[in-house]
């Protein structure tokens, strides 16, 4: 089969690999229809991360069921499926918990695997034809048969989600103010979940023009931070009170107007902005080690957090990966009865012969370039 393989920094291709194929009972074997480029994935294509070469790199993955092994039950052939990118294996402690970002069985030695991610298990991605699901009945999420809403189902693996947690770890309620650092895919889903919750007012903050547009089309407040620092255009417009929450969306690799690297500047930000007693969640993607960090601090993957200020606000904050089996159903839902629509931020589709060039737009933030999603399907 033909699958995107990463060979070194910035250097991914599409190749021939072997077959996904039924490894375990209990797996199923998923055709690809739409896998999108993720915004984490940048961080292994600009060699920010351990990932190994020859990784077949994906994890926000939808299609159809191929084949099912003689353990698996509930799904059959034909079945459309969202796949969730953490992978469960459905009885542990953390996935009896609902902890699903946290499995213990997947991946020894370490709380969480995932497809085609570094240190996140043996798992080939799904930027691919095919893809193996292990623990399918557990991990696959069943969609309405045809092709409606593709767009919007294909944000069910991750990004929206990942979201919508961001603002449940900040503890949102309607009504409440909310800043969003970082108007990439997953930040303009915190904003939209925002939102669809009953937030008042929604802060977006980002230099890229088309992505600030992306968050005034759902009436977010869009904020660059080329033209103003985001602290004093957010403290001016709630009258010096700040917002009631607010959610990190940027990461490890957040940078100054000027381009520098500054990986804590967003969280002294949401410090100085959320009022006292107000909430903070954290999705963008930070490291256990950085080698190529700005200094010995961050190479280690330690960061420098403004604590007194947090302490003496008595802010609270919630962190990690979305535990996308939480929210993907209800989401669905929504999807289905046109109460939320994520597909508005896809700037383009492409095929699986074109992810190499997808890869590389992307990662130069070139405008219109905010959500890049792949067909490996040839029929579709």
């Known amino acids: 089969m ?3 393989v990463y060979n070194g920094p910035k ?9 996904a194929r039924i490894e375990d009972p209990n797996d199923a074997v998923v055709r690809i229809t739409t896998t999108n480029i993720c915004g984490s994935d940048l961080h292994m294509y600009e060699g920010r991360t351990s990932v190994q070469p020859g990784k077949t790199l994906g994890h926000e993955n939808m299609g159809i069921v191929e084949e099912v092994g003689p353990g ?6 034909g079945d459309r499926v969202s796949l969730p990118f953490n992978i469960g294996c459905g009885h542990c402690r953390n996935c009896q918990g609902g902890r699903t970002a946290f499995c213990t069985e997947v991946n020894p030695g370490f709380a969480g695997g995932a497809y085609g991610y570094a240190d996140m298990g043996p798992y080939p991605g799904g930027q691919a034809q095919f893809l193996r699901v292990p623990w399918a009945d557990w991990n696959a ?17 991750d990004i929206l989600p990942t979201g919508w947690h961001g603002t449940r770890l900040a503890g949102l309620r309607p009504g ?5 650092i970082g108007a990439g895919p997953v930040g303009l889903m915190a904003a939209l979940s925002a939102l669809t919750q009953g937030a008042s007012q929604v802060f977006v903050v980002d230099e890229k023009q088309d992505r600030l547009k992306l968050a005034e089309q759902i009436c977010a407040t869009p904020v660059d931070f080329t033209d103003q620092p985001a602290t004093d255009f957010v403290m001016d417009a709630t009258s010096g009170r700040g917002v009631d929450c607010g959610v990190e969306a940027v990461g490890f690799q957040a940078h100054s107007p000027d381009g520098q690297e500054m990986p804590d500047q967003t969280l002294q930000t949401l ?3 959320v009022r006292a007693t107000g909430g903070i969640g954290v999705i963008g993607l930070f490291v256990a080690q950085d080698p190529q960090g700005v200094d010995d601090v961050h190479a280690k993957g330690n960061a420098v957090f403004p604590f007194g ?8 904050i919630g962190t990690g990966q979305a535990n996308v089996k939480d929210y993907n159903r209800q989401l669905r839902d929504l999807i289905i009865h ?3 629509s994520p597909s508005w931020i896809v700037s383009q589709e492409l095929s699986l012969e074109q992810a190499s060039e997808g890869y590389d737009k992307f990662d130069q933030r070139l405008d219109g370039w905010t959500k890049v999603v792949l067909h490996p399907d040839a029929a579709r």
Do not use: Y
């Open 2 to 4: 033909r699958a995107l």
């Open 11 to 19: 250097d991914v291709s599409v190749q021939d690999v072997p077959d």
């Open 72 to 77: 698996v039950s509930r799904l059959k052939p």
């Open 141 to 157: 999420l069943r969609l309405p048969p045809g092709t409606e809403h593709e767009l919007d189902f294909t944000m069910l693996s």
């Open 176 to 180: 409440d103010s909310c800043l969003v």
């Open 271 to 273: 410090v100085d902005c």
């Open 309 to 316: 200020s947090f302490f003496t606000k008595e802010q609270s």
């Open 338 to 340: 046109d109460r939320i």
